[in-house]
């Protein structure tokens, strides 16, 4: 028998009793791909909090759910039906999953661009200097520092981690000064990083595609929760709960 594809607003309205979650049938990633058809490019099966019903999580990021025989799916966002009003759970997972991910990256394998005086918030945003966007959003770096918005730089070559791009980010973490050899590649200089070095490219490019991301500018918020593209400065401020004028 065919599996059979349920659209998400099927469990719209339902309300999630409190439950024991189970672990997922250790087979039910085969049973998924038993029908014929593509594989599912599957990257992690987890329990939900439905009965009977578990979280697939494919590898760019997408979500999907499954009952333990893998003949049912729901393609689409799950949410709960909260007292307070209905609650995203797909989405909140995946914020705590892209928080963890991006928390786990150490300062020295970032492009940092700190105010002078108190820190008051940190976004993380996965860039490419060739990204028009990106441009848009580095040429307001001096006010997000001057609102006391600390900006964490990964990296996430939009071509691909052998790409001349990212070649030219791997110059910009082997410089001796990062964020003036980043300011250089947005504004079409030569990168001329003084020593070589094993840049994180790569490694921050594939974390960037298993968080989701696929363009830049990508916005990281401290929660985790990601916007794609470009956000005016003190949209973000507000985002933050940061006064743009500088007081917190």
Not at 96 to 106: F, G, H
Request: charged share 25%.
């Amino acid at each position: 028998m065919r599996s059979r594809l349920l659209p998400a607003l099927a469990l719209v309205g339902v309300v999630l009793a409190p439950s024991a979650f189970a672990e997922p049938p250790a087979d039910l990633a085969d049973k998924l791909n038993a029908h014929g058809g593509q594989p599912l490019p599957i990257e992690a099966i987890d329990d939900s909090p439905v009965p009977g019903l578990y979280e697939v999580r494919l590898r760019g990021g997408n979500t999907l759910y499954s009952d333990a025989d893998g003949q049912y799916l729901i393609v689409g966002d799950l949410y709960e039906n909260a007292d307070d009003g209905m609650v995203n759970l797909t989405e909140q997972a995946a914020n705590q999953r892209r928080k963890a991910l991006v928390d786990a990256i150490p300062e020295d394998q970032r492009v940092v661009y700190k105010p002078a005086g108190k820190v008051k918030a940190r976004l993380t945003v996965f860039t490419d200097p060739t990204c028009p966007y990106c441009h848009k959003l580095h040429a307001e770096m001096s006010q997000l520092n001057d609102m006391g918005i600390e900006v964490d730089y990964l990296a996430f070559p939009r071509m691909g981690p052998n790409s001349d791009v990212a070649r030219q980010l791997a110059q910009v973490w082997c410089a001796d000064n990062r964020s003036e050899a980043m300011s250089a590649a947005f504004r079409g200089d030569e990168v001329g990083a003084s020593k070589s070095c094993d840049a994180p490219i790569a490694s921050q490019y594939r974390l960037g595609v298993e968080s989701g991301i696929q363009g830049t500018p990508a916005i990281i918020f401290p929660d985790g929760k990601m916007v794609p593209g470009y956000l005016p400065a003190k949209r973000l401020a507000a985002m933050l709960d940061v006064n743009a004028d500088g007081d917190s």
